[in-house]
């Protein structure tokens, strides 16, 4: 059974920084896609990052160059550094995966920037 469990959400002041982490079980972690979507309560779910398992990655417009996603596959965790983070970055943060053709996702984390 495939398990996604994030942690590092939080509350914190713009232009500050977070980093989340996803770890992730039940599946072959080095050939999974992973990614980072964010949801804002009346709004679809987006796409923040990804990251393929050869190590590419793309970004939506509205992070790229302050956040970067990365991965570790000796530890099956994925992660999401957030910097100069602002007011419109609050959200609940969801890791994907995508693995054998199915769509996994965590439980998600609250994420809220305010002074």
């Known amino acids: 059974q495939v398990q996604l469990v994030e942690s590092g959400g939080g509350l914190v002041q713009p232009g500050g920084s977070l980093r989340l982490s996803c770890a992730a079980s039940g599946l072959m972690f080095s050939i999974a896609r992973m990614g980072w979507y964010r949801r804002v309560p009346g709004k679809e779910r987006e796409l923040v990052a990804a990251i393929t398992n050869g190590g590419t990655t793309n970004y939506a417009d509205s992070v790229r160059g302050r956040f970067t996603i990365s991965r570790d596959n000796a530890k099956n965790t994925v992660y999401l550094q957030m910097n100069i983070l602002k007011p419109e970055d609050t959200a609940v943060y969801y890791c994907?995966?995508?693995?054998?053709?199915?769509?996994?996702w965590g439980q998600g984390t609250q994420v809220t920037v305010s002074s």
């Open positions: 994907n995966a995508i693995y054998q053709a199915s769509l996994y």
